[in-house]
């Protein structure tokens, strides 16, 4: 038998002002699944869930039919399990999901009683998944996204009146972030972006997001946030012992991790490191994609960490010349430094030169590089 610990999310909206968290000891085997943890914690202490309750783990949001060897593999064998929305819960981890059902009526009147009922049960997970709801709450939602993409699909000449219900810009498809690394199934985020792909063709605003970028990163032209290149050190010729990097890594898999490794500084891990930025969101508010970076800062800052790496210049720009709107909306004194990978390896390589480096040219001063 295998050793699992978790900490388990405890809230009655009908007695308890804040919520709290039991931790638990338990015991699993290769075949059990979140369902039987469930239930062992319900033995020893009842509390509020439902046999396959959407949930989420850590910073994952799935079902409890999911086999626990598979999650500890994924997310270690210290777990938090919380609600898919802390902030809707009622009891423990049943949720008020009257927020869900809504929202499902902007698109509802395209769909039969059978396929109304299949999609609730299909699109909870992607819906209260999105980190946009948390910037962002009378957001349409991306279970929306979803069956517009299926209804787009059976019946193409549908697309221009389906698009036209999700672009609102107060709460409308621009402000979907990426959910690929806070669900399992991967299909979601893909066919989130074709629906994302019609509405750009259908509204031809390429040359408008692309200026509108360009304005924020402070660029003439824009690359892709997600852009990166090879970040291999043959050799080491300045060390990193005692710094605390932080990384903003985004959706993709990036070296970042790996180049702090090798610098010798110790690797400062925070919450929203591979979180979307949501750029297409610039189309609506301007403000949307600071306070998801604002937060992203706040949490190096609060965990200590020195500076953040992030892997191209466009992502750097962006951090560190508009740290002071975001400060105005996280309401915190940031100052963080932003290093981007490139600058970073030539640092490992040994370079010092400021202006070399382009430190020069920051916003937010690279402190620990002298004249």
């Not at 064998?77 to 008020?96: G, T, Y």
Request: proline share 1%; net charge negative; aromatic share 10%.
């Amino acid at each position: 038998m295998n050793e699992i610990k978790v900490e388990l999310f405890r809230f009655n909206s009908k007695t308890d002002y804040l919520p709290y968290y039991t931790k638990h000891m338990l015991t699993y085997s290769e075949n059990d699944t979140i369902n039987d943890l469930l239930d062992k914690m319900n033995e020893t202490e009842p509390f509020g869930y439902s046999v396959n309750c959407n949930l989420k783990l850590n910073e994952l949001y799935i079902n409890a039919k999911e086999n626990v060897a598979e999650m500890v593999t994924r997310c270690g064998n210290e777990v938090q399990i919380n609600p898919i929305s802390e902030f809707r819960s009622q009891k423990d981890l049943i949720i008020d999901r009257s927020d869900f059902i809504q929202k499902m009526l902007l698109i509802e009147k395209y769909l039969g009683a059978e396929e109304n009922i299949a999609y609730r049960k299909s699109t909870e997970l992607a819906y209260y998944a999105s980190n946009t709801l948390n910037y962002n709450k009378g957001y349409i939602g991306d279970h929306v996204l979803l069956i517009a993409a299926d209804l787009i699909e059976k019946d193409f000449s549908l697309r221009n009146e389906i698009i036209g219900l999700l672009v609102n810009e107060d709460n409308g498809l621009w402000y979907h972030t990426s959910i690929e690394n806070r669900v399992l199934d991967k299909t979601y985020e893909a066919k989130i972006q074709k629906i994302i792909y019609l509405a750009l063709e259908a509204t031809k605003p390429k040359s408008k997001i692309a200026k509108r970028l360009a304005a924020l990163c402070q660029k003439k032209s824009v690359k892709d946030f997600e852009a990166t290149t090879s970040a291999s050190v043959s050799s080491i010729a300045q060390s990193f012992d005692g710094f605390n990097i932080a990384a903003y890594h985004g959706v993709e898999q990036s070296q970042l991790k790996e180049l702090v490794d090798a610098s010798s500084a110790t690797y400062i891990q925070i919450p929203s490191e591979r979180e979307d930025l949501g750029s297409h969101s610039v189309l609506a508010d301007d403000k949307f994609s600071f306070m998801i970076a604002g937060d992203i800062l706040m949490q190096a800052k609060d965990n200590n960490a020195d500076f953040v790496l992030v892997k191209n210049e466009t992502t750097k720009e962006f951090f560190d010349a508009n740290q002071n709107k975001m400060e105005k909306l996280t309401g915190r004194d940031l100052g963080m430094s932003i290093i981007s990978q490139e600058q970073f390896v030539q640092l490992l390589q040994g370079e010092k030169d400021r202006v070399k480096l382009g430190f020069n040219n920051h916003k937010v001063d690279i402190s620990f590089l002298s004249n």
